[in-house]
């Protein structure tokens, strides 16, 4: 393809030879020989190079250049030749001006295209005899058949090394202005592995029919796309996920990454989470069903550790990796199937859709690579949200304590009550006390001083509550989102008064408490708090929580907050 427009050039200026042993001496052997010399061994235009040659007998002396791209090899670009039929037993100097086809020695512009990377450029020169039978047959002129023969080697210059060629026509003013717009930009070639990070933000996963599409396509390096078609019978990958799990699946299983493809059906790999906690992975088969494992360890709840998942053949290794990179768990399955991975045939997902819910957790970087089998120490995939990732853990460790305190407080009102109500059918005083009067409330505190300072508003809050209420379901799932209702509505109707933005700083630990129990309408006020430092100071890393938090609880308007940040 490169070299199809070559032309051979059979130079024509040549400067005339001179002899360098112009004396005869009878009666002494000869040996032909033939020797190269170039100042500058590149490969230019008009380069002179030095032959200096004897023939014993009547000759043809032969110069001939042989380049080598990446596609093709041992493509011949110039050709010289001379005969020599009377200057015998004399050693001569013939001074060559090499021709070489402008794609090799010239950088592309308007009327070269295309320029070709040369690998390398032998240029060859021989002596071959003549006979008066034999005298025109250019077969007995090669290479090997040569009595004396000699080669050099030419450094091939890189295409934007390369002058431009004055081609000695004029362009009209807007072609010519055009070109000098681009002329001295060199494109860079983009670097292509088989690491892909496919996803490198924090994303909060709400537990519904929602999640993240990616689609490869295939490679642009012929030889990495070489290797990934090699493998789609005998898979070799490796997919790395940092995962902070909120709760196991409420179904059989919930989706955490897993291949859709071209006819709507799982592929490999698939990867769930089950009701206990375990990893789920499916396989799809060469000859057309599918296998799926399950691992003997669960993963962790609310806390930060990766995932790590790796195919070779029929050999699946699965890791679960801590913060510090120590594995916690490993386990191997081997089979003797052949899996089919393809991986361009389809799409990635990351988390739920129409085919499976998600899991209820927040992902942080997720990396695949395509082609390759990688150890735990040889996965690179860090985290780089650190403090978002610690705000995260910080956050569900003060909400485990909240709502541990409502259910706590439920409990003892809601034990008192049952207690109270076994002697409303002997009392009707008592009945009538608990009909007309006071809702019943819990006065002896159980918790500790500091816990009460801390929490006050919120067990001031649980007092003013009626836990006898029907509309709190027997197993108090309700309740927590509940008290965080009555919260947040406390702070509206103080952020609501006349000086109420004055205050709004001191109604912040209330919106946190609120959006604890669940009540996550608080968790986008938070987050437009802490972004725009509404009352205190702008804090980025507050607001991207308060939105990740509110997104993962399904609240809408953070999810559109988030969506605008990844716009």
Known sequence: VFFQNFVLSFGKETLQTTAVTPQFQKNMDYVDFIYLNILEKK??????????????????????????????????????????????????????????????????DYIIRNSIIVHSVILYAWISHKSATNYDDEQNEDY??????????????????????????????????????????????????????????????????????????????????TVRQHQIDYPMFTVSIWLYLLHHCEEDLCGILYFIDSKEMYGTPAVFLTEEGYVHIQMHLMRGDDLAVKTSFSLPLKQWFRLDISFKGGQIEVSSVGKNLKRH?????????????????????????????????????VKYYRLNVLETEQISNPL???????????????????????????????????????????????????????????????????????????????????????????????????????????????????????????????????????YHKASYFLAVIFETGLGVPVDSIKGLLYSLVGAQGNERLSVMNLGYKHY
């Open 43 to 108: 490969v230019l235009n008009n380069s002179e190079v030095s032959v200096q040659y004897l023939c014993s007998k009547p000759c043809v002396v032969s110069l001939e250049a042989v380049a080598s791209s990446e596609f093709r090899t041992g493509v011949p670009v110039y050709r010289r030749r001379w005969k020599d039929e009377k200057n015998l037993n004399v050693s001569r100097t013939r001074q060559v001006h090499l021709k070489f086809p402008n794609i090799m020695v010239y950088r592309d």
């Open 144 to 225: 090997q058949a040569a009595v004396a023969k000699n080669y050099t080697f030419l450094e091939a210059v890189p295409p934007f090394e390369r002058p431009y060629k004055d081609h000695k026509v004029c362009l009209q003013w807007g072609a010519d202005y055009l070109w000098m717009l681009q002329a001295n930009r060199i494109p860079q070639c983009p670097h292509e592995s088989d690491g892909v990070q496919v996803l490198e933000f924090i994303y909060a996963s709400s537990g519904e029919k929602t999640g993240i599409v990616k689609k490869f396509e295939q490679f642009e390096n012929r030889e990495l796309e």
């Open 329 to 365: 768990h490993h386990q191997s399955f081997t089979f003797r199937e052949d899996f089919y991975y393809d991986d361009t045939a389809g799409y990635f997902v990351v988390g739920g859709s129409g085919y499976v819910n998600g899991i209820e957790a927040f992902f942080g970087p």
């Open 384 to 518: 780089h949200d650190k403090d978002t990732m610690e705000q995260i853990e910080l956050y569900y460790e003060r909400c485990m304590d909240i709502q541990e305190i409502v259910y706590d407080y439920r409990y003892i009102v809601r034990q008192g009550e049952k207690t109270h109500r076994s002697c409303y059918y002997e009392n009707r005083y008592l009945e009538l006390i608990h009909k007309y009067g006071e809702k019943s409330k819990c006065d002896a505190f159980v918790w500790g001083k500091e816990l009460k300072e801390k929490y006050h508003t919120l067990f001031q809050l649980l007092q003013e509550m009626d836990f006898s209420s029907p509309e709190v379901l027997e197993d108090g799932s309700d309740i927590v989102v509940e008290v965080g209702q009555k919260i947040f509505e406390k702070v509206v109707k103080g952020l609501s008064s006349a000086n109420g933005l004055s205050n709004l700083a001191s109604s912040v630990p209330l919106l946190v408490d609120s959006s604890c129990c669940g």
